[in-house]
């Protein structure tokens, strides 16, 4: 079974607008540590923003938060402002507190950003 | 200096022939990671050395070999590719024991298969 989905494939938004992209987990563990990354044009992946389930402040860096949902096992990633830099393809990942070797990856969400 | 970096970035490969990737960090991380990456699917681990004990997953075990001569380096190897070997193949890096650190990526390696 997927530990990470994301549902949507691909956004497209007006420049300067706002965008949020889905994330939903699966774990058992009561610690796990949730992060976003994103995917450049050349291929390179890029850390963006982390939430440790312990912590119910949503996390924010810059333009980008999150809209941590625990109840739901929900993960949302809200960028403000949006630049047509930010055009990517975003992951949502998931480390468990019981195996930290692996970080399991969703599929992601390309998000295209236009004038 | 904060950066993974792996060579070549682009590669071409024939079927039946062997593929060796390589990978670098200076960051004096304890774990290296390789993960494959095709289009429009998520990255999927495939093994990762902890200090110099080597773990692969069970899918891909027999597929892939690594070795890790020293802290820095970490190297993938393909002993016969086959076209379903063609993806991006990521290298990354991190401090194991720091339980919410975030993985450092390569800029990956292209591999085609022909």
């Known amino acids: 079974a997927q530990k990470v989905t994301q549902t949507q494939t691909s956004i497209s938004v007006v420049e300067k607008t706002t965008v949020t992209m889905d994330c939903v987990y699966e774990?058992?563990?009561?610690?796990?540590?949730l992060f976003w990354y994103k995917q450049t044009a050349s291929g390179e992946i890029v850390f963006l923003i982390r939430?440790?389930?312990?912590?119910?402040e949503n996390a924010t860096v810059g333009h980008y938060s999150l809209n941590f949902q625990k109840p739901k096992s929900s993960i949302g990633l809200i960028i403000t402002a949006t630049q047509i830099e930010d055009s990517a393809v975003y992951f949502c990942?998931?480390?468990?507190?019981?195996?930290?070797?692996?970080?399991?990856f969703g599929s992601g969400t390309k998000l295209t950003v236009e004038p | 200096d904060t950066t993974v970096k792996q060579n070549p970035r682009y590669k071409l490969a024939r079927v039946g022939k062997p593929v060796n990737l390589i990978c670098s960090q200076t960051?004096?991380?304890?774990?290296m990671y390789w993960y494959q990456k095709k289009p429009n699917q998520a990255p999927k681990l495939l093994l990762f050395?902890?200090?110099?004990?080597?773990?692969r997953e069970a899918d891909t075990f027999e597929k892939f070999q690594s070795s890790r001569p020293n802290n820095s380096f970490c190297s993938l190897y393909i002993g016969s590719a086959g076209l379903e070997y063609s993806a991006m193949y990521l290298c990354?890096?991190?401090?194991?024991?720091?339980?919410?650190?975030?993985?450092?990526f390569g800029h990956g390696t292209k591999l085609s298969v022909l």
């Open positions: 990354a890096s991190s401090i194991r024991q720091i339980s919410n650190e975030r993985l450092f």
């Open positions: 050395y902890y200090d110099k004990i080597l773990n």
């Open positions: 960051m004096n991380h304890d774990t």
């Open positions: 774990t058992r563990d009561s610690s796990y540590f």
């Open positions: 990942a998931m480390r468990e507190g019981s195996n930290y070797n692996v970080l399991y």
């Open positions: 939430q440790d389930s312990y912590k119910k």
